[in-house]
């Protein structure tokens, strides 16, 4: 490596974008454009917060080591350099390094991770236990990733076009691989969770004629706790049937007396228990439960009308043990009983093995609210059916509500955003584009009143600085309450008030609360409505440089010369991004100087190497993004 490299290891420098090549590496195949282009803008307005990683592969070439999608948004936003840290990396640690950035940072999909941790493997030749070691993972977690390869292409496809996560891929792969399309397509289709999926898998598997994908082990268990239990659940289940059984178990010798005593008729039968008032019965009966079957509180579901919601439906057995469990809901082309779009031919979902006692079962429905939904929280009943534990057929209702927050109204077929006059702010301004602390400012604004049938009056406006300490507060001899008479039927009325912004407030965004209060013209009822706007606000830059340091007594043509330039933030507020460049007649620079942020108070040393290009005396200047300028001494 050269000398000059081997001097600028780990430094930031500012590199030209067309000089960076992609990584040979990247685990990643997919990236969010919308996710990428909020990047871009983000980096517009704020800088690049982190540098990039490369190393060098040539001469003012480079390779990216981490940092893909920053530089995708460097170049989306069109800038011309970007910071970036230089390294010494081989192609092993060059390839571990974007994977474990990717990991770390946006979500990596399932595929993308396997093909990078074996490409790792590869890179590093080493065992899949070595590498779960240095990736952070367990082993059998890695395995479990690396098996994902196992899928076809087209199946990988199938997963990451609708959005299947890892464990949806790890059920189909109990399957044989020409069944495993199907239950994915099914997975995709019906939009199932991970346990669905384990359940369709488990009834794949279970079906007549199913081949067997591996030879199935029945495990030994040794804990001695689950027979105990097994026979204890025995007679619980003699007591619920009236059976006055009764258990005692002794621990000595070594070994565990578990006695069972179950009373007896004359004619040998099992003898009742006398009946009790305050005992349940022991029919088998279904509730609808609080939590789902993870302890999660079940919410009512709430959405608009033409909102696709997710109902969930946790059902907790009572008493005794059911199965052949079904769920059906209850279809009526009264709006008013089933708000959905009736669009399958069968609703009914099944949980194919038994329950017990205590044990919840959750269903889950994709269903669309009607566009003809009304206004309010609707009863929607379900029909359940199952088979207790004496094989009869059973059946029951049970409910659930749902919220349709905006609909038709229930007496008209217009929709209730007309029934409520609202006021917005459809649009708003600033004096200035850039707002600095102490400075005065107007703001601007458009006010409408979105009903389109009724007029309103006695329209207050207040603003307010939403912290809790105003930083922006009225303007001398100004008021921050504004009063308008009237605003009819869809109009607009348009603002101004001016404001003044505290001398020490911090550089950021700060939000303003709008109240609104007005009154129905047609029903003299009051309502209230609430809006915020954001304000930026900028500390002005003062920066102070020393004058260079030139290390060289005399510089020589097309040869580096170094020079140090010291930089004070004398302002109140940091500043991002700093960079140092040079510019002169006869006079190259080397490369940019990236120093980052220099926070308030703090001091800059930046590194500069400058290559003269013509002989005599050379002026130039120091460019910073602060816009301080200072000559340069003369260069022999």
Request: aromatic share 6%; net charge neutral; hydrophobic share 35%.
């Given at each position: 490596?050269?000398?000059?490299?081997?001097?600028?290891?780990?430094?930031?420098?500012?590199?030209?974008?067309?000089c960076i090549e992609p990584s040979p590496y990247q685990a990643r195949t997919a990236f969010d454009e919308p996710e990428i282009a909020a990047l871009a803008v983000s980096i517009l307005q704020n800088g690049l917060l982190q540098p990039i990683s490369?190393?060098?592969?040539?001469?003012?070439?480079?390779?990216?080591?981490?940092?893909?999608?920053?530089?995708?948004?460097?170049?989306?936003?069109?800038?011309?350099?970007?910071?970036?840290?230089?390294?010494?990396?081989?192609?092993?640690?060059?390839?571990?390094?974007?994977?474990?950035?990717?990991?770390?940072?946006?979500?990596?999909?399932?595929?993308?991770?396997?093909?990078?941790?074996?490409?790792?493997?590869?890179?590093?030749?080493?065992?899949?236990?070595?590498?779960?070691?240095?990736?952070?993972?367990?082993?059998?977690?890695?395995?479990?990733?690396?098996?994902?390869?196992?899928?076809?292409?087209?199946?990988?496809?199938?997963?990451?076009?609708?959005?299947?996560?890892?464990?949806?891929?790890?059920?189909?792969?109990?399957?044989?691989?020409?069944?495993?399309?199907?239950?994915?397509?099914?997975?995709?289709?019906?939009?199932?969770?991970?346990?669905?999926?384990?359940?369709?898998?488990?009834?794949?598997?279970?079906?007549?004629?199913?081949?067997?994908?591996?030879?199935?082990?029945?495990?030994?268990?040794?804990?001695?706790?689950?027979?105990?239990?097994?026979?204890?659940?025995?007679?619980?289940?003699?007591?619920?049937?009236?059976?006055?059984?009764?258990?005692?178990?002794?621990?000595?010798?070594?070994?565990?007396?578990?006695?069972?005593?179950?009373?007896?008729?004359?004619?040998?039968?099992?003898?009742?228990?006398?009946?009790?008032?305050?005992?349940?019965?022991?029919?088998?009966?279904?509730?609808?439960?609080?939590?789902?079957?993870?302890?999660?509180?079940?919410?009512?579901?709430?959405?608009?009308?033409?909102?696709?919601?997710?109902?969930?439906?946790?059902?907790?057995?009572?008493?005794?043990?059911?199965?052949?469990?079904?769920?059906?809901?209850?279809?009526?082309?009264?709006?008013?009983?089933?708000?959905?779009?009736?669009?399958?031919?069968?609703?009914?979902?099944?949980?194919?093995?038994?329950?017990?006692?205590?044990?919840?079962?959750?269903?889950?429905?994709?269903?669309?609210?009607?566009?003809?939904?009304?206004?309010?929280?609707?009863?929607?009943?379900?029909?359940?059916?199952?088979?207790?534990?004496?094989?009869?057929?059973?059946?029951?209702?049970?409910?659930?509500?749902?919220?349709?927050?905006?609909?038709?109204?229930?007496?008209?077929?217009?929709?209730?955003?007309?029934?409520?006059?609202?006021?917005?702010?459809?649009?708003?301004?600033?004096?200035?584009?850039?707002?600095?602390?102490?400075?005065?400012?107007?703001?601007?604004?458009?006010?409408?009143?979105?009903?389109?049938?009724?007029?309103?009056?006695?329209?207050?406006?207040?603003?307010?600085?939403?912290?809790?300490?105003?930083?922006?507060?009225?303007?001398?001899?100004?008021?921050?309450?504004?009063?308008?008479?009237?605003?009819?039927?869809?109009?607009?009325?348009?603002?101004?008030?001016?404001?003044?912004?505290?001398?020490?407030?911090?550089?950021?965004?700060?939000?303003?609360?709008?109240?609104?209060?007005?009154?129905?013209?047609?029903?003299?009822?009051?309502?209230?409505?609430?809006?915020?706007?954001?304000?930026?606000?900028?500390?002005?830059?003062?920066?102070?440089?020393?004058?260079?340091?030139?290390?060289?007594?005399?510089?020589?043509?097309?040869?580096?010369?170094?020079?140090?330039?010291?930089?004070?933030?004398?302002?109140?507020?940091?500043?991002?991004?700093?960079?140092?460049?040079?510019?002169?007649?006869?006079?190259?620079?080397?490369?940019?100087?990236?120093?980052?942020?220099?926070?308030?108070?703090?001091?800059?040393?930046?590194?500069?190497?400058?290559?003269?290009?013509?002989?005599?005396?050379?002026?130039?200047?120091?460019?910073?993004?602060?816009?301080?300028?200072?000559?340069?001494?003369?260069?022999?």
């Amino acid at each position: 490596m050269p000398k000059n490299d081997i001097q600028k290891q780990g430094r930031i420098l500012m590199l030209p974008v067309d000089c960076i090549e992609p990584s040979p590496y990247q685990a990643r195949t997919a990236f969010d454009e919308p996710e990428i282009a909020a990047l871009a803008v983000s980096i517009l307005q704020n800088g690049l917060l982190q540098p990039i990683s490369v190393r060098r592969v040539g001469i003012r070439k480079y390779q990216l080591v981490a940092g893909e999608r920053r530089l995708r948004a460097c170049r989306l936003a069109k800038l011309e350099k970007v910071p970036a840290i230089l390294a010494d990396y081989d192609d092993s640690e060059s390839a571990a390094l974007g994977l474990l950035e990717n990991l770390q940072r946006s979500q990596l999909d399932p595929f993308d991770t396997a093909r990078g941790i074996k490409e790792v493997i590869r890179l590093w030749g080493c065992t899949q236990a070595e590498a779960a070691r240095r990736l952070g993972l367990s082993q059998p977690a890695l395995a479990n990733k690396l098996r994902l390869l196992t899928l076809t292409a087209e199946q990988q496809q199938l997963c990451t076009a609708n959005h299947l996560s890892e464990r949806h891929a790890r059920a189909a792969l109990r399957l044989p691989e020409s069944r495993r399309t199907p239950a994915l397509e099914k997975m995709a289709r019906d939009k199932m969770s991970v346990r669905q999926a384990d359940r369709l898998v488990d009834q794949m598997l279970a079906a007549p004629g199913s081949p067997s994908p591996c030879r199935r082990t029945i495990p030994m268990v040794r804990d001695v706790r689950f027979f105990v239990n097994t026979l204890q659940h025995a007679v619980d289940l003699m007591t619920q049937k009236g059976i006055a059984a009764t258990t005692h178990c002794d621990k000595h010798d070594g070994c565990l007396e578990y006695i069972v005593r179950i009373p007896v008729s004359s004619d040998g039968t099992a003898g009742k228990q006398e009946d009790d008032p305050k005992k349940e019965d022991s029919e088998f009966r279904i509730r609808t439960s609080s939590v789902d079957s993870n302890g999660v509180c079940v919410l009512t579901p709430s959405g608009d009308y033409g909102d696709q919601l997710e109902v969930r439906l946790p059902l907790t057995c009572t008493n005794g043990y059911v199965y052949d469990l079904k769920v059906t809901p209850v279809l009526s082309n009264d709006i008013e009983k089933f708000p959905f779009d009736i669009d399958l031919v069968d609703y009914t979902l099944s949980y194919p093995g038994s329950i017990g006692r205590g044990q919840v079962v959750e269903f889950l429905y994709h269903l669309r609210l009607s566009k003809k939904a009304t206004v309010g929280v609707k009863q929607v009943d379900f029909n359940v059916t199952y088979r207790n534990d004496e094989g009869d057929l059973k059946s029951g209702t049970v409910s659930l509500f749902v919220n349709v927050r905006k609909g038709l109204s229930p007496t008209s077929d217009k929709d209730t955003t007309t029934s409520v006059p609202k006021l917005i702010i459809e649009s708003y301004k600033l004096s200035s584009d850039k707002i600095y602390a102490g400075e005065t400012f107007d703001l601007e604004f458009t006010i409408k009143n979105t009903s389109d049938s009724t007029n309103l009056q006695n329209v207050q406006i207040h603003i307010k600085d939403a912290g809790e300490t105003a930083t922006i507060v009225p303007a001398s001899g100004g008021s921050n309450t504004l009063y308008i008479s009237k605003i009819g039927k869809g109009q607009s009325s348009s603002q101004k008030v001016s404001l003044q912004t505290a001398p020490d407030a911090a550089a950021k965004a700060y939000t303003l609360n709008v109240d609104f209060s007005y009154e129905s013209a047609s029903t003299n009822a009051a309502h209230t409505a609430n809006e915020t706007i954001a304000v930026p606000i900028l500390q002005k830059i003062r920066l102070k440089c020393d004058e260079p340091t030139v290390y060289d007594d005399v510089s020589y043509l097309d040869s580096s010369t170094s020079m140090s330039i010291k930089m004070y933030n004398m302002g109140r507020s940091s500043i991002y991004n700093c960079i140092v460049d040079v510019e002169g007649n006869g006079l190259k620079l080397e490369e940019s100087y990236f120093g980052g942020t220099l926070s308030a108070g703090s001091t800059l040393a930046a590194d500069i190497s400058v290559i003269p290009s013509e002989a005599g005396d050379i002026q130039g200047t120091v460019v910073t993004v602060s816009y301080t300028h200072l000559k340069l001494p003369t260069i022999a």
